[in-house]
């Protein structure tokens, strides 16, 4: 299957590794032009650069997708840069170490829910009124199969997963009407 992007603008979030970073990449070789967030401003810039150099355009802007000034910002950043938002792919997460349940401290755990729920909860906030102006939009969040089933000792990772499936059913039927589609990706692997 082929996908032509060229004049779309997709943006990443988590976009500084592995499937964030493959999904930039992704975007950009079929034309879209990508905005790359994560924390790790270094490793982003790399991402964003390995763009470039394929012949792609791509901004990358650190962020912390549990904040809503920084969220508000980088949506902010995009339409600046490229005019529209048509792509947002919310694929960053934290949290505790693998650990049973009575010994997670508090503070990871939230974070953990900051990263998954609340950060893709702020990502939709503010994608979603861009892509509106835009025409329309896609919006996929990234869960996983532990988001609909218990694994031992990943007490804040399932329940995130978990929130996350929800916000997304929840955002899907909010915007089914006004051509916005929202989904979930939940890989079979945690």
Request: aromatic share 6%; proline share 3%.
């Amino acid at each position: 299957m082929s996908w032509q992007f060229d004049g779309r603008v997709a943006l990443v979030a988590g976009a500084s590794k592995g499937i964030g970073a493959a999904t930039a990449k992704a975007f950009a070789a079929a034309g879209a032009a990508v905005v790359l967030a994560a924390r790790d401003a270094g490793r982003l810039e790399q991402v964003a650069a390995e763009i470039r150099a394929d012949g792609g355009r791509a901004l990358a802007v650190q962020a912390d997708v549990g904040d809503v000034a920084s969220q508000q910002a980088l949506v902010a950043r995009a339409l600046e840069a490229f005019g529209r938002l048509d792509f947002a792919f919310n694929n960053a997460t934290d949290g505790p170490r693998p650990a049973p349940l009575h010994e997670i401290d508090p503070e990871q755990f939230d974070l953990g829910i900051r990263t998954n729920v609340r950060g893709t909860f702020l990502g939709m906030k503010f994608q979603v009124p861009a892509m509106l102006a835009s025409g329309g939009g896609a919006i996929v969040n990234m869960a996983s199969l532990a988001g609909v089933q218990g694994v031992a000792n990943l007490g804040a990772y399932v329940a995130g997963k978990a929130g996350i499936i929800g916000l997304t059913r929840v955002a899907a039927l909010d915007y089914a009407d006004q051509n916005i589609r929202v989904n979930v990706v939940a890989p079979g692997t945690i």
